[in-house]
């Protein structure tokens, strides 16, 4: 039975490919998610975002603040199959004030694909969650997308990834033209132009016509300059360039670059096809009991998201599991590792936008929507056999601070509870004044809009009507050695000492000049940017 087992959780780890998309807002995200799906067959007609009233909502995006705002705020995830793959989706809010939850979806991923807009390159939210990339490793493939309008030049492009993101760059395709005149790419891998034809709003798969480099019908299909141009730039990457190493680029040292364009489709699908070749396939994870790797026998995942009321008619709770390890099964009961309790896993649910399947069974890569009946919190471990917890999640370091209050005192449970709800979720990170006097919660995000959603979200699902009083801080900092080690510095200027939801002490700051200030007033106390992982520890209410 178990070599059986093992050779069906080999099969389903083989066939399993898993990524996240990182971007800055209006990189065109949403829009690339579109395609992905549309050439997955997941969808028959992909719609963009900002769309015009005849086009299609976008499939991806599901709150009623996101189609009024043409942006995602929440994280969902598409599962679709791909050419014998199974891919798992797992599609990060763009906007930037919701890069806590992005940063939370990416410890449940493998890979990540890094889209950047043609016109601007880098920008300071790819940056951001580079980082988190980075500090996880993981494989990165960037897509430099909006060809079809002005953008810089390519090479200038590759030069500022090497340049700012220390990423070694290698151009899988290569642009032909560009704007207007963008009439295609190049496939290094296969010496082969493919050159695209335009569709209406790119609402439907592109045709392409694919010509080998050495065809005599090239000079009539391109214009003299652009193939030129093409030449010259494939001379400068052969001499130059490196040469793809696979290794390099699992261990998130060297970057696959795509050149395309979302909108009018142009590249997607040789995007897709390379990343199926070169992307991770589900691997181990650390736990209390080591690594374990996918296909070891029992079942275990993480809770990394937790989404409150995706459908309005059911007040209901999903906890997105990442499985790790085994065969999950529908109404298997499993240990739930910080409570100690046993917990059946009825209605597991594959998630696709607002649309929704019940599912039989999953495997590791594989993520599954579980109903949660107020149990899980975020970085939980659920797992059968041996006990074993895996490495949680931690709390990133929020830029915006308020004072939440609720001025009518006759609804003060459903306040409670909308709070210590929306902060299971993550929505928010909540912190409390030293001052037991002061027993308003403290809302601490990382950009403003986390704020609108939460009053939005109290006042719809809760009925409770909030103020929120801004406070003059843009920098949290985790005291490393806790409470004592605060003590032993004795008073400290420039700075306020606030605790967190676990009662651990947190300084806000100004900005980093009072930051650096202390630091250099105090070297002996050890701050951090992001908070030390809990678990197995109740979080203190209202």
């Known amino acids: 039975m178990t070599t059986e087992l093992e050779s069906e959780l080999q099969t389903a780890v083989e066939r399993r490919r898993n990524f996240a998309i990182i971007s800055h807002p209006d990189a065109g995200k949403t829009t690339l998610t579109e395609k992905l799906l549309l050439y997955g067959g997941a969808i028959h007609e992909a719609g963009a975002v900002k769309a015009r009233r005849a086009q299609r909502k976008a499939t991806s995006d599901w709150m009623e603040m996101e189609q009024q705002r043409g942006i995602s705020i929440t994280s969902t995830v598409l599962q679709f199959e791909y050419q014998g793959s199974q891919i798992n989706l797992l599609d990060t809010p763009g906007h930037q004030d919701f890069s806590e939850d992005t940063y939370r979806t990416l410890a449940a991923a493998d890979n990540a694909v890094m889209l950047v807009d043609a016109a601007k390159g880098l920008e300071t939210q790819t940056r951001k969650l580079f980082e988190v990339c980075r500090m996880r490793s993981l494989p990165i493939f ?93 001379e400068v990457l052969e001499e130059l360039g490196p040469e793809l190493d696979f290794e390099q ?88 590792a910080r409570s100690g309790k046993t917990v059946r896993l009825s ?89 037991e006097a002061k027993r308003d919660p403290i809302l601490a995000a990382v950009g403003q809009l986390q704020f609108e959603v939460v009053q939005f979200r109290l006042q719809n699902e809760y009925g409770v009507e909030t103020q929120l009083d801004m406070l003059p801080y843009s920098v949290a900092r985790w005291v490393a050695g806790g409470w004592s080690a605060l003590e032993k510095v004795g008073r400290l200027f420039n700075t306020v000492t606030v605790k967190d939801s676990w009662g651990r002490p947190v300084l806000l700051f100004k900005n980093e000049w009072n930051l650096h200030q202390v630091q250099a007033d105090q070297p002996e106390l050890k701050l951090n940017a992001s908070a030390p992982v809990v678990a197995g520890q109740e979080p203190e209410s209202l």
């Open 249 to 336: 680029v699992h261990n998130g040292k060297m970057t696959p670059v795509f050149f395309g364009s979302a909108m009018t489709n142009f590249g997607v699908e040789l995007f897709l096809n390379s990343f199926l070749d070169c992307a991770l396939k589900p691997g181990s994870h650390n736990s209390t009991i080591g690594e374990i790797t996918p296909t070891y026998p029992e079942f275990s995942g993480f809770v990394f998201k937790l989404q409150a009321n995706m459908d309005p008619r059911h007040r209901d709770r999903i906890a997105f599991v990442r499985v790790c390890t085994g065969k999950f099964e529908k109404d298997m009961i499993v240990s739930h």
């Open 142 to 234: 960037t897509f430099v997308n909006k060809l079809d309008r002005p953008g810089r030049e390519p090479l200038e492009l590759l030069d500022e990834i090497e340049r700012e993101l220390g990423l070694q760059t290698y151009a899988v395709n290569w642009p032909i033209g560009m704007g207007d005149r963008f009439q295609g790419v190049f496939d290094r891998q296969k010496r082969q132009i493919h050159l695209f034809e335009r569709m209406a709003h790119g609402s439907r798969e592109a045709k392409d016509t694919v010509v080998d480099i050495g065809d005599p019908r090239i000079e009539e299909l391109l214009e003299p300059d652009l193939y030129y141009q093409l030449k010259e730039d494939l």
């Open 347 to 435: 209605r597991p649910q594959k998630l696709f936008a607002q649309e929704r399947e019940s599912i039989e069974e999953a495997y590791a890569g594989d993520v599954i929507g579980l109903n949660n009946p107020g149990v899980f919190a975020i970085g939980d471990t659920i797992y059968t056999g041996q006990k074993l917890e895996y490495e949680g999640i931690p709390c990133f370091s929020p830029e915006l601070f308020a004072y939440l209050r609720n001025p009518n005192p006759s609804k003060f449970k459903q306040f409670r509870k909308g709070v210590s709800e929306l902060r299971e979720e993550g929505a928010v990170q909540i912190m409390y004044s030293v001052d």
